[in-house]
């Protein structure tokens, strides 16, 4: 009513609430029933409602008599009489108790999956259709110096790849964003200090709920100091071969059947 007392109470609020007609008739509806943390913005929503500004799909939380919460999607429409006077608000609600539950659920699970994106000792890195970055994990901020703030936006390929691999490194991406993914590509990323590091990635595509395809992710792994001791060995290996060949001595070689090599 105008006071904010309960004066309608039907059968199907007493089966969500566990409160019967009788227990909830001339109750204050909002410090009674509502979880407090909303009481402010429900006890808002009903003084418009009480001002004939109503509102739709407002959620509100219900405390029930055994503690439990109900989830109401609510319409708070504002009651007149005959005259067209205010009398009070009707609320006709949705219990949406599951499906807010199940929401929570995905929502815990998605932060889950962020941290453990965020967190991960792998780099991990993503991209949008159109090339920019969307995803710099805290590894990748590590290894190439740049802050997730600073990455965020910018054109993967133009600005953190070393530039003769440009051309391929985007034909990567660009096949992965069509559907066809490559893995163990090893790509040189440029850090902050101007410094190489190797990193050898699985170029994933990334879907939304309806599989539309809406960018791809790249999970790394840091070879830095396995290239570079690859490229150490094959310097040596080069440079032996150069002391073979320019040696002031006959040096020659034959394999197992003899014949020269």
């Not at 009513?1 to 199907?12: A, I, Q």
């Not at 991960?120 to 901020?141: M, R, S, Y």
């Not at 893995?183 to 440029?190: P, T």
Request: charged share 25%.
């Amino acid at each position: 009513d105008l006071n904010g007392l309960v004066n309608e109470w039907n059968d199907k609020t007493v089966e969500i609430t566990g409160y019967s007609r009788h227990e909830a008739i001339g109750k204050p509806l909002v410090k009674t029933y509502i979880v407090k943390k909303h009481c402010e913005s429900v006890q808002m929503v009903m003084g418009n409602a009480l001002l004939g500004i109503e509102t739709s799909n407002y959620e509100l939380e219900f405390r029930t008599k055994s503690n439990q919460i109900r989830y109401l999607l609510v319409n708070a429409t504002t009651r007149r009489d005959a005259d067209r006077n205010i009398i009070g608000v009707v609320g006709v609600a949705q219990d949406v108790t599951e499906a807010a539950k199940h929401d929570r659920e995905v929502a815990a699970m998605a932060n889950e999956l962020r941290q453990l994106v965020d967190t991960a000792n792998a780099p991990i890195f993503g991209i949008d259709l159109n090339g920019l970055v969307n995803e710099w994990n805290d590894k990748t901020v590590e290894i190439t110096g740049y802050s997730r703030h600073e990455a965020i936006g910018k054109p993967l390929v133009k600005t953190y790849i070393v530039k003769k691999h440009c051309e391929s490194v985007q034909m990567v991406m660009g096949n992965a964003l069509l559907g066809i993914e490559t893995s163990n590509y090893e790509l040189e990323f440029r850090t902050k200090s101007n410094q190489i590091r190797y990193l050898l990635v699985n170029a994933t595509t990334r879907r939304d709920a309806d599989r539309n395809i809406i960018g791809v992710v790249g999970v790394a792994q840091d070879v830095t100091e396995a290239a570079k001791h690859d490229r150490e060995v094959a310097a040596m290996a080069n440079e032996l071969r150069q002391l073979v060949d320019t040696a002031n001595a006959p040096i020659f070689g034959i394999d197992l059947n003899g014949l020269v090599n």
